[in-house]
């Protein structure tokens, strides 16, 4: 049987862009997690601002300062790669959604093994 090109271009369409919402869960999932890990900046801070005590009286706020600054700059880069790559798989969902439709499938139907991006918690 011959499947016409149209048909077999429309299939690598859908495939690349079902890829592509692969590509982009696993980039969310890697980013969420670094940003729960971005805590330990504040950790290691914190024990090593009881140390400089002995230094001098100013150096434990120095050494507290700097880790909170180092936290807070992560979250704030990390929370706008999330929202752009978030962004990007709305849009590889909707063009995913398009090339099913254009090959006669449900439009609805997420492929095997591709479950939805874990809700945001607050």
Same mark, same amino acid.
């Given at each position: 049987?011959?499947?016409?090109?149209? +048909? !077999? &271009?429309?299939? /690598?369409? #859908? *495939?690349?862009?079902?890829?592509?919402?692969?590509?982009?869960?696993? #980039?969310? *999932?890697? +980013?969420?997690?670094?940003?729960?890990?971005?805590?330990?900046?504040?950790?290691?801070?914190?024990?090593?601002?009881?140390?400089? &005590?002995?230094?001098?009286?100013?150096?434990? +706020? =120095?050494? =507290?300062?700097? &880790?909170?600054?180092?936290?807070?700059?992560? /979250?704030?880069?990390?929370?706008?790669?999330?929202? %752009?790559? !978030? /962004? @990007?798989?709305?849009?590889? !969902?909707? @063009?995913?959604?398009?090339?099913?439709?254009?090959?006669?499938?449900?439009? %609805?139907?997420?492929?095997?093994?591709?479950?939805?991006?874990?809700? !945001?918690?607050?």
């Amino acid at each position: 049987m011959m499947v016409m090109p149209e +048909l !077999r &271009a429309e299939r /690598q369409l #859908m *495939e690349r862009w079902h890829a592509e919402m692969l590509r982009l869960r696993e #980039m969310i *999932e890697s +980013l969420e997690k670094t940003k729960r890990n971005l805590i330990w900046c504040v950790k290691i801070g914190a024990v090593v601002a009881i140390p400089t &005590a002995l230094y001098a009286f100013w150096a434990p +706020l =120095l050494v =507290l300062a700097f &880790a909170v600054t180092t936290y807070l700059t992560g /979250q704030y880069f990390s929370w706008g790669h999330l929202v %752009d790559r !978030r /962004q @990007q798989l709305k849009w590889a !969902r909707v @063009q995913y959604r398009k090339a099913r439709v254009a090959l006669g499938l449900p439009e %609805d139907e997420e492929p095997a093994g591709a479950a939805k991006t874990p809700a !945001r918690s607050a």
